[in-house]
């Protein structure tokens, strides 16, 4: 395979992992759990619901012959309480635990005239453990598999805590710590579940007829569920190879979320951008677009700007009538994203639009290739080098549809990389925006490009309004 070949691979697509955010509900599991365990006599044990308690007291003998010492105690409690959540992807809940243990003393020995003669002291040891656990089910319902997700964890803690669990499907520990990464990145799993266990614990030891001991935890976690940038949530998966820089092709831009490299997307106006609607669905919330949160940055690598990132102020993409955008099939996978400020500077022209010629028919009898743009990253040992780094790789269509084009590239090169960057055909005195990149196969051999001439009719009355 070609060096410009296997550079495609790297900077096409999220292919079906990136399409679009998948139905996601989060459900609560409580689990408290109390061990209380008396200086003397039986240990008392309650748990597996929300609101778990022991209590038990000792059987010390401090009453026989005289009244002297004191039993054992031991009390604890622990609770899980469901709080108020803002949507299904979010959960607010309270882990609390509570524990107290009190030490016996008792007398042995002879009994005369109501006193104890050649007595022996005796302490006993009492202890109580609690644990508040929680588990939360993060359920994908429904969408594309290899979505990335951030799995976003906060506390109000007090007094001890266990360690957070992330499990994924296949029973496997999910890192909630990554290098780079601003909070752990799950990827969507239709129909299957990743399980987050939290837990606060409380424990008390007392021993003799002096002294007692408390121990006391809790903590309001909430815990959401929300897409991450599709570009910086990928490369956590950390298998990308090829791939050759490039700093032509300056209408080209890296779309951001937060701060993160999330998709590629075209200048096609001084203040309008197009890119893929999966990009947009279940991404570019109005809270991130009326935020500054999405931004569009211009340059050969998105860190280092040829200018300051401009604000998206709106996105758009087909959502009525006949023509609808289906986050499971990627039809109608375009979109239009508004500046905050037009581009005037840095050299950059608008892309023009490729309206028809030549014809698909012609590209695909002649073998012509289409030169493909966007920004991806390497990664070598387990490191996203280059993360951010616009790429450039051209060949040609093997079909094509009344709304898409199809290409087949030989070759297992494993690959992640870019959503929503232009597929580009030479035109006459310039190159022309011919596709937008959508989807494809799991193992990066083939995809498709949502065609540019399908939608001219949605796309040029709102590039001019």
């Given amino acids: 395979m070609s060096q410009r070949t296997s550079v495609l691979l790297v900077v096409l697509l999220l292919f079906s992992g990136a399409a679009a955010a998948s139905e996601v509900t989060l459900t609560l599991v409580p689990d408290g759990a109390v061990t209380a365990r008396p200086g003397s006599g039986a240990a008392k044990v309650d748990g597996g619901k929300a609101a778990a308690r022991a209590q038990v007291a000792g059987d010390e003998d401090i009453n026989s012959c005289e009244v002297y010492g004191r039993q054992s105690s031991a009390n604890g409690r622990a609770s899980v309480t469901a709080l108020a959540g803002k949507s299904p992807s979010t959960l607010t809940y309270r882990l609390d635990a509570a524990a ?3 030490g016996g003393h008792y007398r042995t020995g002879t009994c005369l ?22 588990v939360v089910r993060i359920h994908f319902d429904e ?12 506390r109000s803690q007090s007094g001890s805590k266990q360690d957070d669990e992330l499990m994924g499907p296949d029973g496997k520990v999910v890192a909630l710590s990554t290098t780079g990464s601003p909070f752990p990145v799950i990827m969507s799993r239709p129909g299957q579940s990743y399980f987050l266990r939290t837990a606060v614990a409380a424990a008390a030891r007392s021993k003799g007829g002096c002294c007692s001991d408390q121990g006391a935890a809790t903590t309001e976690m909430t815990v959401s569920v929300e897409p991450a940038p599709l570009l910086f949530g990928s490369g956590q998966r950390g298998y990308i190879r090829g791939g050759t820089q490039t700093e032509s ?3 080209v831009a890296v779309v951001m979320l937060d701060g993160l490299p999330h998709c590629t997307a075209t200048l096609v106006a001084p203040s309008m951008l197009v890119t893929a609607a999966h990009c947009v ?20 690598v998105y860190s280092q700007a040829l200018f300051a990132p401009i604000e998206v102020t709106r996105a758009s993409y087909p959502d009525s009538g006949d023509m609808v955008f289906d986050p499971k099939t990627l039809r109608h996978d375009i979109a239009l994203l508004r500046l905050k400020t037009p581009v005037n500077q840095g050299g950059i022209t608008p892309a023009e639009l490729h309206a028809g010629t030549p014809s698909w028919k012609e590209v695909k009898a002649k073998g012509t290739k289409i030169l493909f743009v966007g920004f991806g990253f390497n990664v070598l040992n387990n490191e996203m080098i280059g993360l951010g780094i616009k ?6 269509i093997s079909g094509y549809d009344d709304l898409a084009v199809s290409f087949s590239v030989p070759g297992t090169n494993t690959c992640f990389g870019d959503s929503g960057g232009p597929g580009f055909i030479e035109g006459s005195s310039a190159l022309m925006l011919a596709g937008i990149t959508s989807g494809g196969d799991d193992a990066c051999t083939s ?7 399908a939608y001219l009719g949605w796309l040029k009355p709102r590039i001019t309004q």
Avoid: C
């Fill in 447 to 453: 995809g498709f490009d949502t065609r540019i001439d």
């Fill in 249 to 251: 092709y300056k209408n």
């Fill in 143 to 154: 969408g594309r598999p290899d979505v990335p997700y951030f799995v976003k964890i906060s």
């Fill in 100 to 102: 107290t243990a009190s």
């Fill in 113 to 134: 005239a109501g006193r104890r003669i050649g007595f022996s002291g005796h302490d006993t040891e009492a202890s109580v453990d609690a644990v508040a656990t929680a």
């Fill in 281 to 300: 669905h279940g991404h570019m919330t109005k809270e991130k677009l009326d935020s500054g949160k999405v931004q569009a940055s211009f340059g050969s």
């Fill in 391 to 396: 790429r450039e790789a051209s060949w040609a």
